[in-house]
């Protein structure tokens, strides 16, 4: 796959090259530094993605955009501007834009636009990090959003995250998300994020040394609320947390005494 980055600050280029090699390692990224160079590297090296900055000199990222209507199969073009301004959007989507992000861009992001492309081309990672066709059917946009989504959730537990969040980030209704994720992973988006967070309160709470205190694994497994917290944690391990921890301690007392 390549991919094209635009923009005419060396800086950006640097972050937004970083993040693709991290984000695709078998990505093909190349670099332009205004619309004029990306018009001359699109007719020349094909790339599939571009993902370019709206305000440039000599031809800006909107007039590119006009521009690539003449090139034979032209790559889909995402916009990332600094400007949180509507009226870029609209004009941008109503020129044929892909997407649109605002900088900073966030790796959830970009992912979330990768993913999507990828589904929409069958352009899908393998788990090597190359990429290879796959067809819909076996690796379709819904699989693809919920194992992206699963990745969310273990590596952000800690947030306030919903599943209507979620179904926006992917582009699907709350509803049909909802469905599609207890198909796939055989549990609701609700009770994955549960588990995922007692898993984590019952590994800070197993600390040797005691060191969290009950409403510091709390906010460290997403809870503002300790109550809660604690309700949910004995409705799923059996046991409020302290005494969760007193049965580990005294498990641990028993097996040095043998």
Avoid at 135 to 154: F, H, M
Avoid at 177 to 193: A, D, I, N, V, Y
Avoid at 203 to 228: H, I, M, Q, S
Avoid at 229 to 240: D, E, N, S
Wanted: overall charge neutral.
């Amino acid at each position: 796959m390549k991919l094209l980055i635009v923009d005419d600050e060396a800086r950006h280029v640097r972050g937004m090259t970083q993040m693709i090699r991290t984000l695709r390692p078998a990505y093909e990224v190349a670099s332009a530094k205004n619309g004029a160079e990306a018009l001359r590297c699109v007719e020349e090296t094909s790339p599939q993605l571009v993902l370019s900055d709206i305000r440039m000199p000599e031809m800006d990222g909107l007039t590119f955009l006009q521009k690539l209507v003449s090139v034979p199969d032209r790559p889909k073009v995402v916009f990332l501007s600094a400007y949180d301004v509507f009226e870029y959007a609209q004009t941008a989507i109503r020129n044929g834009a892909y997407d649109y992000l605002l900088k900073p861009v966030e790796p959830e992001k970009v992912e979330a636009v990768l993913q999507r492309f990828e589904a929409e081309t069958s352009a899908a990672p393998d788990v090597a990090g190359g990429a290879q066709p796959l067809p819909p059917s076996k690796r379709g946009r819904s699989e693809i959003a919920v194992d992206a989504c699963i990745r969310l959730i273990q590596e952000r537990y800690m947030d306030d995250l919903t599943l209507e969040a979620m179904a926006e980030r992917f582009y699907f209704n709350a509803s049909y998300f909802s469905t599609m994720f207890k198909q796939q992973t055989g549990r609701t988006f609700s009770e994955l994020l549960t588990e995922t967070r007692m898993q984590r309160a019952k590994e800070l709470l197993a600390d040797p040394n005691g060191a969290w205190k009950v409403y510091e694994v709390a906010e460290r497994c997403g809870y503002r609320d300790t109550k809660y917290f604690c309700r949910i944690f004995k409705k799923t391990v059996g046991a409020p947390p302290e005494a969760y921890r007193h049965s580990l301690v005294a498990a641990g007392k028993e097996r040095g005494a043998q």
